[in-house]
């Protein structure tokens, strides 16, 4: 039997090369802990086949002499085979979810010469699980059957001419396990099959640190869809929140932070832990002759903490790789034995019990030279002048700090100038200005009508100030535009360019921001309406909704600072990522803006211009609430449009009362929440696609709503629903949605029964479906509907031309033409079934 199975690895080594190169190739195997690869093993395996003269293994060593444990048995012309290849125990480390992974290589029986009736393309898997290594050999009967593994690609004698490879990869998955370890089995009824390698692992979510707490290794939970949740614990000087908890998915991915913890007073965050002294900012030369030179330091801004000591590491300029380190408990040292005329490198910092902070910036001095030093008291004059005209400044400086505070509190005067001559460093010095920190305590000095209750927050329009400037100093920080660096412009804004750059605050590290600056020549109602967003923003706290670094309106332009969100606005990101999100994901997303909603509910704004385009996504795919402006008649979207009242209002996002008698409440932003619902789950598609506004209107009057976009869960689109109730009062709070939202993630398996095909169809909008909008006159229209474009030359490529032809794809065409990417493959495959589900129904024609 043997001619007809000429496996690649036997006896061509060249062949068997290639192979191995091929499944040699880092894949993606970080999250997953190997607990038997067959490759790595240097001696002997264990295994046992039977019968004796079933499964062999091929002693072969690959280039390094290392074995090659490969089995293979290929009685493709004998009846009635049963051969059985028995691993040894494999330990499962405490995992209930295994997986196992095999690389084999599979005879194509049709390329055998005529007559097999015998021959086979499968071979079965099996397992048995035990505590220790007692029982491999109970009966076959006992064994689990895992699954009937068949070849992706089998080869041919034709293969095998043009030395074309073709590796199977198989991975199933085994769970949940309840004893210590298990044996694997693999059954071959009749086939040609080499088994190149069987690697078994299991996953986990490794430890990591998050919002401040730490969170540890955790394997995955024995249920593929199992979401587990863990408990961080906060780290060093740090303290609950709100107890932070994540979940660990069954793919050894963190789903869903949850709750966090912050540095205890006293000390600040920085790479994840609050742990240390903030760098020594300022550091001063004091005498210095030929072999010496004296410094003196201040205190870190922030010392955070009581300073234990200092350590100052100093080298000859370019010389770094040797230095000198003096540790002192003063903040003045000298450092001597140094060479004449040559200059040094000095870097400072400090030690708390929390450790080291951060060194200083480089300072460079330079020794005197031997000629200044030798000679005459002359000589020294010069340096006697500038050492009385630094003594005036400093005085000067110090009266001035006196007198008016820091250069960064107040805007830069006479005694800030002087600084900047006596310290160039200290111009570059920011910080905020003097400007209420809290305005929770300032709002007892505000009246306004307001009234603020103990523990609950309530939202002050700045309307109800008389000075709309005052608004903006009340909640928002003044900062110094040279803190500012600006990097590119990232988008357009209704009141001037929207850029990306840097912000430096005095003690802090640098960090991304978002700028929005208002452009030239505004009116002072352009400029109050600007502003007016800041004052809202300065408002809220919740890491939920895009938090406000401060404002520019001390020098022009007048600029507003937020946080950077990296992923941009949600709906373009979706667009961009289409398919690409597990469903956990999307709620994780879904989760977080209903959050920050019930935040601003809860202190009693109601946004009206809800919707993905105003939602940021940073990296970590937390999204937040943005956009609030002042005008809240919606000036700058350009999805608003004029209702017949006159105000300008999104229509597709707004709930009807708010459209028709501009009833706007918490309610009704949570229609439009609903309406987020649905972008976020189709990924950025435009609600209602291209219907006109009216049309809009008159259908949602008439009752009807969105369907569920594609695979969407019921458990979500019912949710939808509820938020698109008529009476507003019928609509599930934020509270409840959110509570709802946890309960779908803890238990992730509610989330598997999606809307079925049939009852999606019944509830279309149907002549305004792309998908339920009936006969596609083309392949490619069909595929651009479904946002599948992309895949049109390749269908027509091969053959499937008109949508007669489309109709029969299955999902292993779909592989084959190289739809690998899972979410893609739903799609089209849903859609194709859809339509099926149509055409029985009568509905429409194919
Ligand atoms: O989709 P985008 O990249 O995200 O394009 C728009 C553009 O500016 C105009 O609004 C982006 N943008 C607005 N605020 C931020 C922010 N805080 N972080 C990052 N991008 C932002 C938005």
């Not at 290392?66 to 494999?90: D, F, G, R």
């Not at 590290?509 to 505004?522: C, D, N, S, W």
């Amino acid at each position: 039997t043997k001619s007809y199975c000429n496996f690649p690895h036997h006896p061509n080594h060249e062949i068997f090369t290639e192979i191995y190169k091929t499944y040699t190739l880092p894949v993606f195997f970080f999250l997953s802990v190997n607990l038997l690869d067959s490759r790595t093993v240097m001696g002997d395996l264990g295994w046992i086949a039977y019968p004796k003269n079933g499964w062999e293994e091929i002693g072969e060593v690959d280039e390094n002499y290392a074995p090659i444990h490969t089995y293979q048995v290929c009685k493709v012309m004998e009846q009635n085979q049963n051969n059985w290849l028995l691993t040894s125990w494999i330990s499962n480390e405490g995992a209930s979810r295994i997986f196992i992974e095999l690389k084999f290589t599979l005879r194509d029986c049709n390329s055998l010469p005529g007559g097999l009736g015998t021959c086979k393309e499968t071979f079965n898997m099996y397992y048995f699980e035990s505590d220790d290594e007692d029982g491999r050999n109970i009966r076959e009967n006992q064994y689990i059957k895992i699954d009937t593994i068949a070849a992706d690609e089998s080869f041919t004698e034709l293969d095998l001419g043009d030395r074309v490879m073709k590796l199977n990869t198989e991975v199933r998955d085994v769970g949940p396990l309840t004893k210590k370890g298990f044996y694997l089995a693999f059954q071959d009824v009749g086939a040609c099959i080499a088994l190149v390698s069987v690697r078994v692992y299991y996953k986990k979510c490794p430890s990591v640190i998050r919002n401040l707490a730490r969170f540890p290794d955790t394997i995955t939970g024995a249920d593929s869809s199992q979401l587990l949740e863990v408990s961080g614990v906060c780290v060093n000087h740090s303290v609950t929140d709100e107890a932070p908890k994540m979940h660990c998915s069954a793919e050894g991915e963190w789903l869903v932070p949850i709750g966090k913890c912050l540095c205890k007073a006293g000390y600040e965050e920085k790479n994840n832990t609050c742990q240390a002294p903030s760098p020594v900012s300022s550091v001063k030369k004091g005498k210095i002759t030929k072999n010496s030179i004296s410094l003196s330091w201040q205190e870190p801004d922030r010392p955070n903490g009581i300073i234990l000591e200092y350590e100052i590491k100093y080298f000859e300029k370019d010389q770094e790789t040797s230095y000198t380190i003096i540790k002192s408990k003063e903040t003045t040292i000298t450092a001597d034995g140094l060479k004449p005329g040559s200059a040094y490198v000095f870097q400072i910092r400090a030690r708390t019990a929390a450790g080291y902070g951060g060194f200083s910036r480089r300072f460079e001095f330079e020794t005197s030279p031997v000629s200044v030093a030798a000679s005459s008291d002359q000589s020294q004059i010069p340096i006697i002048v500038v050492s009385v005209t630094v003594g005036v400044i400093l005085l000067a400086v110090v009266i001035g700090f006196l007198l008016s505070g820091s250069c960064c509190d107040h805007g830069c005067g006479w005694a800030s100038s002087l600084r900047a001559v006596a310290y160039p460093s200290l111009i570059w010095r920011c910080g905020y200005s003097k400007a209420k920190q809290d305005p929770e305590e300032e709002k007892m000095h505000f009246h306004n009508g307001h009234i603020k209750l103990p523990g609950v927050r309530t939202y002050i329009d700045p309307h109800t100030y008389e000075d709309p400037n005052q608004a903006v100093h009340e909640f928002a920080k003044e900062i110094e535009a040279s803190c500012i660096t600006i990097e590119r412009v990232i988008g357009a804004g209704e009141f001037g360019e929207v850029c990306s750059g840097r912000l430096k605050l005095q003690g802090k590290r640098e960090f991304p921001v978002a700028i929005k600056t208002l452009k030239v020549g505004y009116t002072e109602k352009q400029r109050r309406d600007f502003l007016g967003e800041a004052s809202i923003m300065g408002q809220f706290d919740h890491p939920n909704i895009i938090h406000l670094e401060g404002v520019v309106t001390k020098s022009k332009p007048v600029m507003i600072v937020t946080e950077y969100m990296e992923n941009g606005s949600l709906d373009t990101f979706l667009k961009k990522n289409d398919g690409q999100f597990t469903v956990i994901q999307l709620v994780g997303m879904l989760r977080g803006i209903a959050s920050g909603m019930k935040y601003l509910s809860d202190m009693g704004y109601v946004h009206r211009d809800l919707a993905a385009r105003n939602i940021l996504i940073n990296s970590n795919l937390v999204c937040k609430v943005s956009d609030f402006g002042l005008s809240r008649v919606l000036e700058d979207d350009p999805e608003a449009a004029y209702t017949t009242r006159g105000g300008k209002i999104p229509i597709r996002w707004t709930a009807p009362e708010a459209i028709a008698f501009r009833k706007f409440t918490s309610a009704s932003d949570v229609w439009s929440y609903g309406i987020v619902m649905w972008e976020v789950m189709s990924y950025g598609e435009r609600p209602y696609w291209e219907m006109t506004n009216q049309d809009v209107i008159k259908a949602v009057e008439e009752g009807y709503r969105l369907p569920s976009p594609m695979d969407c869960p019921a458990a979500l689109y019912q949710l939808m629903l509820d938020c698109w109730q008529k009476d507003r009062n019928s609509r599930p709070k934020f509270d409840e949605i959110v509570s709802m939202l946890d309960k779908l993630i803890r238990n992730p398996s509610s989330l598997k029964t999606l809307v079925n095909a049939s009852s999606r169809v019944s509830n279309l909008l149907v002549e305004h479906s792309p998908v339920g909008s009936g006969a596609y006159r083309s392949v490619g229209e069909w595929l651009e509907a479904i946002k599948m474009g992309r895949y049109t030359e390749i269908f027509m490529e091969n053959g499937y031309s008109s949508m007669d032809s489309v109709a029969q794809v299955t999902l292993e065409d779909l592989r084959r033409l190289g739809v690998t990417l899972v979410g893609h493959q739903k799609k089209i495959m849903n859609s194709l079934q859809e339509m099926k589900v149509q055409l029985v129904n009568g509905m429409v024609p194919l």
